[in-house]
C-alpha cells in the first residue's frame, strides 16, 4: 500500500499542501511548529481513526480556515482508490468524507480501505499510560487484521455506556434494578468477541516482539508480552469466543450486579482487560529505565507493522513522527529493515540525524507550506 499523491488545506495550519511522495521513502524537514507533524496526521486522518497526537475533530480546522479539505490518491495493491475528507467551520461543523466519489457518513470505510502505523514519542505512553491507552492499541491493530471487528469494539462500547446509564437510573429510582440486566446478552456477546481478539493478536505479537526486542538490545534482554484478562483468569482464549465463554461474561454481569450498584459503575469486563509488558519478570511501566521503555514502545509498533504486513499481504503506509533524531544506529537499522518494502514519512528537523543512507523525496516544510527539496536522491549520513 502506498500514497500516490495527497493534498491538505486549512488542516491546522496546512496551506495548499500538495505532495507526490516517493514510494519508499519520504523525509518532511523543517524548524520545529511548522506543520510536519500536521502533515502526518492529516495523512493518519484518512485512516479514519482519531489524531495519534489526541487532536479532536473541531480542531482540525486552522484559526482563521473556514473549511479544510484534504484529498488523498492510494495504491493499495490491488486497485488506486481516492478518498476526500473535508469539515466546514459552523455551528454544525458539517463533514463530508467521499470514497472513490461516493459519499460516506461515517469514517469506517476510510478504516478498511486505508491503514497506516504511526510512531511518535508520545508512544512511550504505551507502556507508561493507563490501561485505556493500551487497550485502544490491541483493539486498533486487531481490527486492522480483522476490520468487521471494529463493529464489535463500537457496539461494546455503546452497550457498556447504556448498562452504566441504566445503574445509574436504578439507584435514582427512575428504573429496576433487574432493568439494568437488559444489556447483558449483547454487552457479553461483544465484550467475549473482543476478549478474545485482544487475546490472539497478544500471542501472534509476543514471538515478534521478543525477538525484535532482543535485536536491540543485542540479546541482554527479554521483553514478555502478555494479555490479563480479569474475567476469564489465566484462561487460554480462542480466536473466536465460544458459547461457554459468552454465558461466562453474562453470568459474572448478573452475579455483580449488587456491587456494581453500590459502585455506580459496571466493575468487570474488558474494561479492566490490559497488555502486561515486562523485562526478565519485572513490569516496565514500574521498573524499566527511560530507554528501556523507549524501546519497547518501539518494539510494539515495529511488530504491529510487520505483522499487518505479514497477514494482509500488503504494507501499512508508516509515518515516523520526530522519532529517528533519538535513535542510535541499531535503532535505526532494525526500523529500516522491518519497512523495508513499505512506505515511509519522516519527519526531522536536521536530515544528518539520519544515520543511514535512504534513496527517496526530501520535503520542506515552512510556516505550514510544503516544497519539494530537488536534487536530494540520497540522504546523508
Not at 155 to 176: D, H
Request: glycine letters at 8%.
Amino acid at each position: 500500500m502506498h500514497i500516490t499523491s495527497f493534498s491538505a488545506d486549512g488542516f491546522r495550519n496546512l496551506k495548499g499542501v500538495r505532495m507526490e511522495p516517493d514510494p519508499r521513502f519520504n523525509v518532511i524537514i523543517g524548524d520545529n511548529a511548522q506543520g510536519k507533524t500536521n502533515l502526518l496526521d492529516a495523512i493518519w486522518l484518512m485512516t479514519g481513526c482519531k489524531s495519534f497526537h489526541g487532536v479532536r475533530e473541531r480542531h482540525y480546522l486552522g484559526f482563521d480556515a473556514p473549511f479544510f479539505h484534504c484529498d488523498m490518491r492510494f495504491d493499495d495493491g490491488r486497485r488506486q482508490q481516492r478518498m476526500t475528507y473535508s469539515l466546514e467551520r459552523g455551528a454544525q461543523k458539517k463533514r463530508k468524507i467521499t470514497i472513490n466519489g461516493v459519499d460516506t457518513a461515517k469514517t469506517g470505510g476510510l478504516f478498511e480501505a486505508f491503514h497506516c502505523v504511526a510512531f511518535s514519542p508520545a508512544d512511550v505512553e504505551l507502556v507508561n499510560g493507563a490501561p485505556e491507552k493500551r487497550r485502544s492499541f490491541m483493539d486498533l491493530c486487531a481490527c486492522q487484521l480483522h476490520p468487521r471487528s471494529m463493529e464489535y469494539v463500537s457496539r461494546a462500547a455503546l452497550l457498556l455506556a447504556q448498562r452504566n446509564a441504566a445503574i445509574q437510573n436504578a439507584l435514582k429510582g427512575r428504573i429496576r434494578r433487574q432493568d439494568v440486566t437488559m444489556f447483558d446478552a449483547q454487552l457479553a456477546k461483544a465484550g467475549a468477541w473482543i476478549s478474545c481478539m485482544r487475546a490472539e493478536y497478544i500471542r501472534s505479537i509476543q514471538p515478534l516482539c521478543r525477538e525484535l526486542y532482543s535485536v536491540m538490545t543485542g540479546g541482554s534482554e527479554v521483553l514478555n508480552v502478555s494479555c490479563r484478562s480479569p474475567l476469564y483468569g489465566d484462561m487460554e482464549l480462542p480466536a473466536r469466543p465460544t458459547p461457554e465463554l459468552i454465558a461466562q461474561y453474562e453470568a459474572v454481569l448478573r452475579e455483580n450486579l449488587s456491587e456494581d450498584l453500590r459502585l455506580g459503575y459496571t466493575q468487570k469486563g474488558i474494561q479492566r482487560e490490559d497488555m502486561l509488558l515486562d523485562i526478565g519478570g519485572y513490569a516496565v511501566s514500574q521498573f524499566g529505565s527511560q530507554g528501556q521503555r523507549k524501546s519497547t514502545a518501539l518494539v510494539l509498533k515495529l511488530a504491529q507493522a510487520h505483522l499487518y504486513n505479514e497477514k494482509m499481504q500488503r504494507s501499512p503506509v508508516v509515518l515516523l513522527d520526530d522519532v529517528m533524531g533519538e535513535l542510535d544506529e541499531r535503532r535505526q537499522r532494525l526500523i529500516y529493515d522491518m519497512v523495508a518494502d513499505m512506505q515511509v514519512f519522516i519527519t526531522l528537523c536536521h536530515p544528518s540525524s539520519l544515520r543511514l543512507a535512504q534513496k527517496g523525496k526530501v520535503f520542506l516544510m515552512e510556516q505550514g507550506v510544503l516544497r519539494e527539496v530537488e536534487n536530494t536522491p540520497v540522504f546523508p549520513q
